[in-house]
């Protein structure tokens, strides 16, 4: 059974730093790309980032520059650094995998995703 814990979330000022971590278990990860979402109450769950197999990754423009998503698959855990937090990126952040291999535009949607974990939860005071 396939699982994604996530943890590191919880309150930090406007211009500090968090880590987030996602934990994989019940299959090997390191063949497949691993993305991370967020969602705010009433909202839909939007693209936060998304790494490839191989290290390569992708940001949605709201945190490029900021965030970075990375992956040890030797631990099966993928990361993302959130620096220079700002207000708005308050939000429940959620680790997904797929059912399948693959890399593209298309791995910034949800619905290229089966797997989701719990959630943490970032929020950022101004």
């Known amino acids: 059974q396939v699982q994604l814990v996530e943890s590191g979330g919880g309150l930090v000022q406007a211009g500090g730093s968090l880590r987030l971590s996602c934990a994989a278990s019940g299959r090997t990860f390191s063949t497949y790309t691993m993305g991370w979402f967020r969602q705010t109450p009433g909202k839909e769950r939007d693209f936060v980032a998304a790494?490839?197999?191989?290290?390569?990754?992708t940001y949605a423009d709201s945190v490029k520059g900021r965030f970075t998503i990375s992956r040890d698959n030797a631990k099966n855990t993928v990361y993302l650094q959130m620096n220079s937090l700002k207000p708005e990126d308050t939000a429940v952040y959620y680790c997904?995998?797929?059912?399948?291999?693959?890399?593209?535009?298309?791995?910034?949607?949800?619905?290229?995703?089966?797997?989701w974990g719990q959630g943490t939860q970032v929020t950022v005071s101004s």
């Open positions: 790494i490839r197999w191989s290290g390569g990754s």
């Open positions: 997904a995998a797929p059912a399948s291999r693959g890399w593209g535009p298309s791995y910034m949607s949800v619905n290229e995703y089966d797997y």
